[in-house]
């Protein structure tokens, strides 16, 4: 037998997978052009019972609200080289006719207490299921591969402390995170000579495969 949840998450598991192949053909549509992808790579996943659980609990949403309530139930991470490259995903983002943007958090410019940092866009997306159209909210995470790393160590970090990090840890964590936007910084000013670099790599590559 189907259980509910199984019927409740099916329409964000598709939406999960149908972006994915969308923000992923935007990188191959940059690649086929020659062109910088602001697009490293894609990753989704649908939040696990449990998670979502936690979360309707620790923010007092009630479990018939969590379609309209709970915005990261479909989560995607666009992780890319540059910071520039975060504002140029948005923009391409505001243009698509294929979903709505809902809210934007810039935890860039303002990052968070923890160190955190990451741009967070959520849309309405329609999904085509047997019974007609039915939007969802998905929550989507722009980041540089340098968020991306300091993000991944910390949220491990934060399930082994339950979130009550010793103080030696939370003083290097916040360093770390300033490390991450100095590398950040230091990789934007050298943009051009990488890309040139990649653009050389690239075409080499193409010429051994022919
Ligand atoms: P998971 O495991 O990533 O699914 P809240 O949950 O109250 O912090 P809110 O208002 O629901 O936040 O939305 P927000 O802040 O836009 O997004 C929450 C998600 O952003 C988190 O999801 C993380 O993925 C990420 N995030 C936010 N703050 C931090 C942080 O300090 N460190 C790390 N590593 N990630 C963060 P979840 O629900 O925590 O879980």
């Known amino acids: 037998?189907?259980?509910?949840?199984?019927?409740?998450?099916?329409?964000?598991?598709?939406?999960?997978?149908?972006?994915?192949?969308?923000?992923k053909g935007m990188r191959s549509?940059?690649?086929?052009?020659?062109?910088?992808?602001?697009?490293?790579?894609?990753?989704?996943?649908?939040k696990p019972i449990?998670?979502?659980?936690?979360?309707?609990?620790?923010?007092?949403?009630p479990l018939d609200r969590l379609e309209e309530e709970m915005q990261?139930?479909?989560?995607l991470r666009m992780m890319c080289q540059f910071v520039d490259d975060i504002r140029e995903i948005v923009e391409m983002l505001h243009k698509r006719k294929d979903l709505e943007i809902v809210e934007e958090r810039d935890y860039i410019t303002q990052k968070k207490d923890s160190g955190y940092r990451s741009y967070h866009v959520v849309i309405r997306y329609p999904v085509q299921t047997i019974k007609g159209e039915k939007n969802i909210?998905?929550?989507?995470?722009?980041?540089?591969?340098?968020?991306n790393?300091?993000?991944?160590?910390?949220?491990?970090l934060n399930y082994k402390y339950s979130g009550k990090f010793p103080?030696?840890?939370?003083?290097?964590?916040k360093r770390a995170a300033e490390a991450a936007f100095q590398l950040d910084e230091e990789m934007s000013q050298i943009r051009g000579?990488?890309?040139e670099a990649q653009a050389i790599f690239s075409r080499k590559q193409d010429n051994q495969e022919e």
């Not at 449990?50 to 923010?59: C, E, F, H, M, V």
């Not at 103080?167 to 964590?173: M, Y």
């Open 72 to 75: 990261d139930i479909a989560g």
């Open 137 to 147: 909210l998905v929550e989507l995470q722009i980041r540089t591969l340098a968020m």
């Open 50 to 61: 449990p998670s979502i659980l936690d979360k309707a609990t620790r923010k007092g949403i």
């Open 167 to 173: 103080k030696d840890i939370q003083a290097r964590l």
């Open 1 to 23: 037998m189907v259980k509910h949840w199984d019927l409740f998450l099916a329409p964000y598991k598709q939406a999960v997978e149908e972006l994915k192949v969308k923000l």
């Open 149 to 156: 790393f300091w993000a991944t160590i910390e949220h491990s």
């Open 193 to 195: 000579e990488i890309q």
């Open 29 to 46: 549509q940059f690649d086929m052009n020659s062109l910088h992808s602001p697009i490293e790579f894609v990753t989704g996943r649908v």
